[in-house]
């Protein structure tokens, strides 16, 4: 059994920053894609990027530019570093590996 646990949600105000990690409790990452998803109130959730074993990325048009996806295989955590935040970037963010989940972390971008 694998446990992911999200960290770095917070608030914050609009065009600040967050790093968000997901730790997992085994080196799921390095042998599966690591996935950031978000979910807003009264909507479905959404896949914002990946980072597949060998280092590839990719994120969806809403993120482009301003999320960054990254991994610490040493650490077996997958980190999402977002700039330039939006009020429509509030939501729960979670993590995903395999057929895994984190609990997720609350992100509210409001001044």
């Known amino acids: 059994q694998v446990q992911l646990v999200e960290s770095g949600g917070g608030l914050v105000q609009p065009g600040g920053s967050l790093r968000l990690s997901c730790a997992a409790s085994?080196?799921?990452?390095?042998?599966?894609?690591g996935g950031w998803y978000r979910q807003a109130p009264g909507k479905e959730r959404e896949l914002l990027a990946f980072?597949?074993?060998?280092?590839?990325?990719n994120y969806a048009d809403s993120v482009k530019g301003r999320f960054t996806i990254s991994r610490d295989s040493a650490k077996n955590t997958v980190y999402l570093q977002m700039n330039s935040l939006k009020p429509e970037d509030t939501a729960v963010y979670y993590c995903?590996?395999?057929?895994?989940w984190g609990q997720g972390t609350q992100v509210t971008v409001s001044s």
């Open positions: 995903h590996a395999q057929h895994y």
């Open positions: 085994g080196s799921i990452f390095s042998i599966n894609t």
């Open positions: 980072i597949t074993p060998d280092g590839g990325t």
